[in-house]
């Protein structure tokens, strides 16, 4: 298979020339496949960069235009504000001053997080196990309270702060 044309006389692999041969190697091969497939179109970009151009010309242009009206209507605005001002009785100094800032609406209260956030494992409050005489409530987790230790040394045991659950409280008798 011979290329056409296009990549003609360009590099040929260092085997295929000591052989002699005139192939084209699989580089050129490949570029001469997009060639033919209509991926090298320089026309067509060069139409899409011209529209692009024409498109920024006429940005340019429709900005001027703008201005130009802005200038034109200027006087008739400010005849107009002047009426305004007049009929509620608008001073410039009041125009000077900065406007109160409009309430804003308060926000719902936050959520509790459902969620821990990644790589954190989820805290979990557990419920309270111990209860000390002035409702002081620990969940029998972790190091224990001050108000435990302190009742501790005074010869009370955690036992006599365990909060009775109906299960417990009931205790597992039968009835006779």
Not at 77 to 87: C, D, F, I, K
Request: glycine share 8%; with cysteine; net charge positive.
């Amino acid at each position: 298979m011979k290329a056409s044309g296009v990549f003609e006389g360009s590099r040929r692999t260092a085997a295929s020339q000591a052989r002699g041969e005139n192939k084209p190697c699989q580089d050129e091969l490949g570029l001469q496949a997009q060639y033919d497939a209509g991926w090298f179109n320089f026309s067509e970009k060069t139409h899409i960069m011209d529209d692009l151009i024409k498109l920024r010309q006429q940005i340019t242009e429709m900005e001027k235009q703008a201005l130009e009206l802005q200038k034109k209507n200027r006087p008739a605005v400010l005849a107009h504000l002047r009426e305004q001002m007049t009929a509620y009785g608008i001073t410039t100094e009041e125009l000077g001053r900065a406007a109160p800032k409009p309430a804003r609406p308060k926000a719902a209260p936050a959520k509790a997080a459902t969620s821990a956030p990644k790589g954190k494992k989820p805290v979990s409050s557990a419920p309270a196990k111990y209860q000390g005489p002035d409702g002081q409530v620990w969940s029998g987790r972790g190091p224990a309270p001050g108000w435990l230790n302190a009742l501790l040394v005074q010869g009370k045991t955690r036992e006599d702060f365990l909060i009775q659950t109906d299960a417990s409280a009931s205790g597992s008798t039968v009835a006779e």
